[in-house]
């Protein structure tokens, strides 16, 4: 609802207006007017949202696997031919080791998390899970959500179709450098490849998969039963959903249900005791992210309201979760403000949220927008833990922040940089593995790294995990403190400091015309945004309720 305005209305404004009583409205005074800008309508044909499936892996310590992989190695005094050393001489033996050349390496394509590689014995590569101790020589792959009998398979994944290739495109490079050097050196190009230019190069198509395999495999054909056409097909389904309904009793189509774990209270690190449901058809954002707080955290969600000096959105609201500030948003009025609050804090705790916030919001973005790209370039980051060993890498691979880096941007937004010191300290185990422990305020972490570099990283999630433990995923720690969340700011401060520059424009005696169309260009956009806000009716309250004479008693209205 938009503030009233002092201007008359004439009745042919509220023609057809479904809140606003018909009638002669020039005896009503001008402030007891309000404009309706829009309404809340729930979307009943959204898909219901699929269940979040991830459970708990413990990962074996780095020592276990030195153990593992090196068990059955006797320490001996001979070398390499068998023969004893001599008395007093140092004790040292050689050994000749054989491994494959590596060839045609993907840097685009990473280990799935639990997964290591290493070196068997008869020189080939061996990938193994360090949890469920199963090993395989061809490398695995993440499927994520794709097809799981339509996916274009990874080049990597056939290990000797892979090596072929890169053979043959080995030979052609030398065939290359030899026929361009002319008795010059060979220099080799830079080469830069895309992530699209890679993922059409090292993939195979199934039928190019066949092919191959054809060549080393026998294939037998199979009949199965096909229909005539696709109407057959869906008259084939309808009847078997109809059968299924039939067979018992099930809730409304339309029905859509949040279920989240009970934090135990006891030990917040236990298993959940329960799981409480909830069905946010009719709630606001708002009920629904007080519910979800209260029952799943234990915790109740405050609110800081600032008053700013946009005059388009002049409030803004931010969630704060045990001292810990979540989702913000502004809006014309504190109520606007908290609502925007309540989504951008659901599109953190609850990542699933954000397809039904997209589908409710009544503001329509266009295909392809900047907004709509960056947040799908964060959704490879959703499926992924916080405290997931590939996070760094990954962050480098796609230019976000690294967890470091997070680190300092939270605890900068959070706390006082000097109420909260980072420590570190590195202590060597063996020759690889040594223990790097960090310390901020009253939180530790402890992690077993290989260098000093990769514990920092990882060392930083484990405290991001400490001060966020309602966020599971490094997406929505992105959201919070990445790339999209700095760039909002320097935005600001840019636009700021173009309109400083724009008074060293003026001279004397003479209007400041840089200064005038920054100002028309400004308005233009504060017409844009109102033209998509335009009022559908007018709602006047009942004389008998009381209006606030002031502006200042909006501080006072309870939200």
Not at 300 to 309: D, I, S
Request: a positive charge; aromatic letters at 6%.
């Amino acid at each position: 609802v938009e503030m009233p305005s002092d201007k008359p209305v004439n009745g042919s404004s509220l023609a057809g207006c479904p809140v606003a009583h018909q009638g002669d409205y020039k005896d009503i005074e001008p402030l007891r007017i309000f404009h309706i800008l829009d309404e809340y309508n729930y979307n009943e044909n959204e898909e219901e949202a699929e269940e979040e499936q991830g459970s708990s892996e413990s990962d074996i310590s780095d020592n276990e696997i030195e153990a593992m992989l090196e068990d059955g190695l006797k320490e001996g005094n001979q070398d390499g031919k068998g023969h004893k050393l001599r008395k007093g001489s140092a004790q040292y033996s050689e050994h000749n080791y054989v491994t494959l050349e590596e060839l045609g390496r993907n840097h685009f394509d990473l280990l799935p998390e639990g997964w290591i590689q290493t070196t068997h014995k008869s020189g080939m590569p061996l990938y193994l899970h360090k949890h469920t101790r199963v090993c395989t020589f061809a490398r695995p792959y993440y499927l994520g959500q794709g097809s799981v009998r339509r996916h274009n398979v990874p080049l990597s994944a056939i290990p000797c179709l892979q090596y072929r290739r890169a053979l043959e495109e080995e030979k052609r490079e030398k065939e290359k450098l030899a026929t361009t050097s002319n008795g010059q050196l060979p220099l080799r190009a830079a080469k830069i490849e895309t992530a699209e230019e890679n993922k059409a190069s090292q993939s195979l198509l199934p039928f190019t998969l066949q092919q191959y395999c054809k060549s080393l495999f026998r294939f037998r054909s199979v009949q199965r039963l096909r229909f005539v056409s696709w109407t057959d097909r869906r008259r084939y389904a309808k009847a078997r959903r109809v059968e299924r309904q039939h067979q018992r009793p099930s809730f409304p189509p339309d029905t859509k249900l949040i279920k989240f774990a009970i934090q135990n209270s006891d030990d917040p690190d236990a298993k959940p005791k329960s799981e409480w449901i909830m069905n946010p058809n009719g709630k606001s954002y708002i009920c629904i992210l007080h519910e979800y707080v209260q029952h799943a955290l234990k915790k109740q969600p405050t609110y800081e309201f600032k008053a700013l000096e946009n005059p388009s959105t002049p409030y803004s609201a931010t969630v704060i979760i045990s001292g810990m500030r979540y989702g913000s948003g502004t809006g014309t009025s504190k109520k606007q403000a908290k609502l925007s609050a309540a989504k951008a804090s659901l599109e953190v705790l609850i990542p699933e949220m954000r397809e039904k916030i997209r589908n409710d919001s009544k503001a329509a973005k266009r295909p392809g927008s900047s907004v709509e790209e960056e947040d799908d370039s964060l959704s490879i980051f959703d499926a992924i833990k916080v405290e997931d060993p590939r996070v760094a890498e990954f962050c480098a691979k796609t230019t976000e922040p690294s967890p470091f880096a997070i680190l300092l941007t939270c605890l900068q937004r959070n706390f006082d940089s000097k109420s909260m010191p980072i420590d570190v300290k590195v202590n060597p185990l063996n020759r690889q593995a040594n223990e790097f422990i960090m310390t901020v305020g009253n939180h530790r972490a402890r992690v077993v790294c290989k260098n000093k570099k990769d514990g920092k990283q990882r060392a930083s999630q484990a405290i991001l995990q400490e001060l966020h433990p309602y966020i599971n995923s490094w997406g929505s720690l992105l959201r919070l403190y990445g790339n999209r969340s700095m760039r909002n700011v320097k935005e600001r401060k840019h636009e700021e400091q173009e309109i400083t520059m724009l008074q060293s424009k003026a001279s004397l005696n003479s209007p400041n015309y840089a200064i005038l169309k920054k100002l028309k260009s400004e308005m233009m956009k504060l017409h844009e945004e109102m033209s998509k806000r335009k009022p559908i009716g007018v709602f006047i309250p009942p004389s008998d309720v009381p209006l606030p004479s002031s502006g200042t008693q909006l501080n006072k209205v309870d939200l």
